[in-house]
């Protein structure tokens, strides 16, 4: 009878192989880790209309305009304890989801043609309230933060005609008078009678912008001296809005030439 020393292996190849499996099971379990081929479900990748992170959110939506921080950026900023201490959240929840018509801002909502759901712009909002923390270091009341009652119009030439007293006396130090800008190294700087930049503002954010200034700029607030006579008062309710209307009037080419002459 021939010897087949392959077939009297055989035993000891099955037992071997046997041992190798058994050592790898127990070695997995040792270690806690999944089986291979099977994913582990904290590495699916999440939904972006599961994404409930305000930081994600913010990064994704907001940062290419108001800032990856919230500041800095060309649009107003959100990193602003003022800000976030006078805004209503119903208010910012209304503007994230349906944005300001007639001005970059879109809106978000997906019912309004965004891409979010209702919660993460509540999450949006209340996150803005909430990030950055809110202060009003002033001590007295407020300024009224929502314009005309939320009507963004234009009101009537004698508010415009106020209007340019008050901004004579907050506003004129550094955009100089009716708006026109200063002269700084041959160049005008700061010109705020610009018909194309008062085309993309709504007048609810120029009002915004006058009372919590541009922290991020160096622009003060409605209630702060810098750049102002040394006996200068805050502006009230009634200054902020004639100062609106002045502003808005000057959206016309017509009106921004009679606002250059002395």
Same mark, same amino acid.
């Given at each position: 009878m021939i010897h087949d020393p392959f077939t009297s292996r055989r035993p000891f190849l099955a037992a071997s192989r046997l041992g190798e499996m058994l050592a790898a099971m127990l070695m997995a379990i040792a270690i806690g880790c999944n089986p291979p081929g099977k994913p582990n479900p904290a590495d699916r990748p999440v939904m972006p209309d599961q994404i409930l992170d305000f930081g994600e959110l913010f990064a994704t939506n907001c940062a290419g305009c108001h800032g990856a921080t919230g500041k800095m950026g060309?649009? /107003?900023?959100? %990193?602003? /304890?003022?800000?976030a201490a006078i805004v209503p959240g119903e208010e910012l929840?209304?503007?994230?989801?349906? =944005?300001? #018509? =007639?001005t970059p801002m879109p809106a978000f909502a997906r019912k309004n043609g965004g891409s979010l759901t209702d919660a993460q712009v509540i999450v949006l909002a209340e996150g803005i309230k909430s990030h950055w923390k809110a202060g009003w270091p002033l001590g007295d009341t407020p300024p009224a933060y929502a314009f005309n009652n939320g009507t963004e119009t234009q009101t009537a030439s004698d508010?415009? =005609?106020?209007?340019?007293?008050?901004?004579?006396?907050?506003?004129a130090g550094c955009? =100089? /008078?009716?708006g026109a800008g200063i002269e700084k190294g041959g160049t005008i700087r700061l #010109?705020? %009678?610009?018909p194309s930049?008062?085309?993309?503002?709504?007048?609810q954010a120029l009002r915004r912008i006058i009372i919590t200034g541009r922290p991020d700029l160096g622009m003060p607030t409605y209630a702060e001296d810098n750049g102002r006579p040394n006996n200068f008062q805050p502006l009230t309710t009634a200054e902020i809005?004639?100062?609106?209307?002045?502003?808005?009037?000057w959206r016309t080419a017509g009106n921004v030439a009679?606002?250059?002459?002395?």
């Open positions: 060309p649009a /107003p900023p959100l %990193n602003d /304890p003022l800000f929840q209304r503007v994230i989801r349906s =944005g300001r #018509a =007639g508010s415009r =005609g106020r209007g340019a007293q008050a901004f004579e006396r907050a506003c955009h =100089g /008078p009716g #010109a705020i %009678n610009d930049f008062l085309a993309l503002i709504s007048d809005d004639d100062i609106v209307a002045l502003l808005a009037s009679r606002a250059k002459q002395p």
